[in-house]
């Protein structure tokens, strides 16, 4: 399993982390590919040799193989990302190379203290378990969009900055209980502390801007701006711009409309329904249609509704949701929550993010299930960032 992307604020331009990952790839080369140790070992930092502050750079970018140099170079794309993201490359350089020396000098005085320790170490894993533990401290709520391969099938899972940390430290943490002396896990453990400390000084001087995501306002469960129990999304905008109104199916003057009643509402729904229920959404979205164009004031009931929205938005029939979901939001007004953020995203999706920020504005989240105010989250955070980038809304296709 390995990660590639995460969904945390991007402030700034990863120069620094692309930097990074071609100079380890550059090194990589200078030392044979991992195929001549000769060249190699004069990279390593070596246990008690001596203190040698050269070794502490060079064995940072050095790697065994290919395998060690592209899992840590995703790791350093991703942490990198989120630390590099809030500072910029001109204060996350510096910042890298400082974890990467007094790690490197602990691990130096330590083994030099040790007698018994023999041989050396080297890669940059150190230094990036120092940067998820920044991440951990400062983004703790956002996600990392990770792979598993079960045999030759890859799967996608999203799991936070937070749930990757704990899980990485515990596991490193039972490692070194296990296997005392310094090893992989007690070089990224020592990595690790440095980043923690970093953190956390970044964070308490005010030298990163959290948003107040940080890991401490998480834990006190006033993150964000959920300390205000009735909070609603977007309330505190000013980038909300007028954009054109959806047309839907609705708003159609009675006196123009054939009033459906009773059995013949029933019938000539039951094959639409049929439809719903069978999953059949974009056949059911046809033949809706179709009906609307005679029968304007017919539609599904209030769960069948909800459930071809969604169904139309997992077979990436954009314009049909949109259809449905407005629909759903401006019949069922008590209850469309859910239709507004999925809305929200679908506009994002297609590249709108003013007509996302509006779906957002004055929605209210006490009592939403988790997994919604997680995704309206996101989307706000992804829309402003292309607001204030200046990026204009696409236009809608009809």
Request: proline residues 5%.
């Amino acid at each position: 399993m390995f990660p590639i992307s995460t969904d945390a604020p991007i402030y700034h331009f990863p120069w620094a982390t692309i930097g990074l990952i071609a100079a380890n790839l550059v090194c990589f080369g200078v030392t044979g590919f991992g195929m001549v140790p000769d060249k190699v070992e004069p990279w390593i930092l070596e246990y008690g040799n001596g203190i040698n502050p050269r070794e502490w750079l060079t064995s940072s970018f050095a790697h065994v193989d290919w395998i060690h140099l592209i899992g840590n170079m995703l790791f350093l794309w991703c942490f990198g990302l989120v630390v590099e993201g809030k500072l910029g490359w001109r204060r996350f350089l510096p910042l890298y190379l400082l974890i990467l020396i007094c790690s490197g000098a602990t691990t130096d005085l330590l083994t030099e203290s040790l007698s018994n320790e023999e041989g050396g170490c080297l890669g940059s894993s150190d230094v990036i378990f120092g940067l998820m533990m920044m991440s951990v401290v400062w983004a703790p709520k956002n996600e990392l969009q990770w792979i598993f391969l079960i045999g030759m099938t890859p799967y996608s899972k999203d799991i936070s900055i937070l749930t990757t940390g704990l899980f990485y430290t515990g596991l490193n943490l039972l490692d070194a209980l296990l296997n005392p002396g310094m090893g992989s896990s007690a070089l990224h453990l020592i990595g690790g502390v440095f980043g923690l400390i970093a953190g956390v000084v970044y964070l308490k001087r005010g030298w990163v801007d959290c948003e107040n995501w940080d890991v401490f306002a998480v834990l006190s469960g006033s993150y964000g701006r959920f300390s205000e129990k009735n909070w609603a999304w977007g309330t505190h905008e000013g980038t909300q711009q007028a954009f054109a109104e959806i047309p839907t199916p609705l708003g159609v003057d009675s006196n123009e409309a054939e009033s459906l009643r009773g059995n013949s509402r029933r019938k000539l729904l039951k094959n639409i329904n049929d439809l719903i229920d069978a999953r059949d959404f974009l056949t059911a979205a046809d033949e809706l249609l179709a009906l609307r164009m005679q029968h304007t004031d017919l539609y599904p009931n209030e769960e069948r509704t909800k459930k071809l929205a969604i169904g139309l938005m997992q077979a990436d029939a954009w314009d049909q949701a949109e259809i449905w979901l407005q629909e759903y939001i401006q019949r069922y007004p008590e209850d469309n929550r859910w239709a507004r953020i999925r809305l929200a995203q679908l506009m994002l999706n297609l590249q709108r993010p003013r007509a996302a920020l509006k779906q957002l504005n004055g929605l209210r989240t006490e009592g939403l299930p988790d997994p919604l105010v997680s995704g309206a989250r996101q989307v706000l955070r992804k829309s402003k960032a292309l607001v204030e980038e200046g990026v204009p809304d696409a236009e809608p296709e009809y």
